[in-house]
């Protein structure tokens, strides 16, 4: 059983609000990761982070806003919430191996939390 | 493009019977693969990974196998129980530079019925 947790699990908000998900992890891991996921697609990258005060956007463009501003911690946020940001939203985390080698960089999610904005 | 496809895109079994899952990949240079197992509504849980010099690798009931020449992977369930009811998801990784970009399928949705 992985040791990375969000919450809300479950949030349905109006248009125009401020919305924080939360991320943590238990394990040390310096890399961390959202994804976005909606039924029958596969999931998308939206941010990603190598380490505390790091924060890259990944593939899938979003108006959402990271920090790490502590190893284990992983906001994100939106800041004025819209009917097209209704989905589901997957925090993970990895393992960096030794420096100079691959590792098998093993994915750590989290349940999820579905946010559903009317 | 790198593109990872999977097929069936749903199957339904009954509970006892064996199935195969199939992942065929254009992701290069290869890393790993990966099978993941998501129930629904909850977050995708890892069953194997492989790099390129493995061939098969087994977890309980639940037995991969990778052909890299032919950049193709399948998952046989053996003996599938309820609980296998689920979206099973292939990820191939490039050899990028400490982990390496993910690519995701859009999943096989299973329902095993008793």
């Known amino acids: 059983e992985a040791d990375i947790y969000q919450t809300p699990r479950y949030l349905v908000i109006g248009t125009g609000k401020k919305i924080t998900l939360e991320c943590s992890q238990t394990?040390?891991?310096?890399?961390m990761y959202w994804y976005q996921q909606d039924p029958g697609m596969e999931l998308h990258l939206i941010h990603y982070?190598?380490?505390?005060?790091?924060?890259e956007k990944g593939d899938l463009s979003s108006e959402s806003t990271v920090s790490r501003i502590r190893t284990e911690h992983f906001p994100l946020t939106l800041e004025s919430a819209r009917p097209s940001h209704t989905s589901q939203y997957l925090c993970?985390?990895?393992?960096?191996?030794?420096?100079?080698?691959?590792?098998?960089?093993?994915?750590?999610f989290g349940e999820g939390s579905r946010l559903t904005v009317l | 493009k790198n593109q990872v496809e999977q097929s069936p895109q749903s199957l339904i079994i009954l509970e006892g019977k064996n199935c195969t899952l199939q992942?065929?990949?254009?992701?290069?240079?290869?890393?790993?693969l990966r099978w993941y197992k998501q129930d629904t509504g909850r977050g995708p849980v890892s069953l194997t990974i492989?790099?390129?010099?493995?061939n098969t690798k087994s977890n309980g009931r639940y037995t991969a196998t990778l052909d890299a020449d032919t950049k193709q992977s399948s998952l046989h369930i053996t003996a599938s129980q309820l609980s296998d009811s689920a979206s099973y998801i292939c990820?191939?990784?490039?050899?990028?530079?400490?982990?390496?970009?993910?690519?995701f399928g859009r999943g096989t949705q299973l329902t095993v019925w008793p």
């Open positions: 993970a985390s990895s393992e960096v191996k030794a420096s100079g080698r691959l590792g098998t960089g093993e994915l750590f």
């Open positions: 394990m040390g891991h310096d890399k």
């Open positions: 982070s190598y380490g505390v005060n790091s924060t």
């Open positions: 992942c065929n990949y254009t992701v290069s240079p290869f890393s790993n």
């Open positions: 492989m790099t390129f010099s493995e």
């Open positions: 990820v191939v990784s490039d050899r990028g530079s400490t982990l390496g970009r993910l690519y």
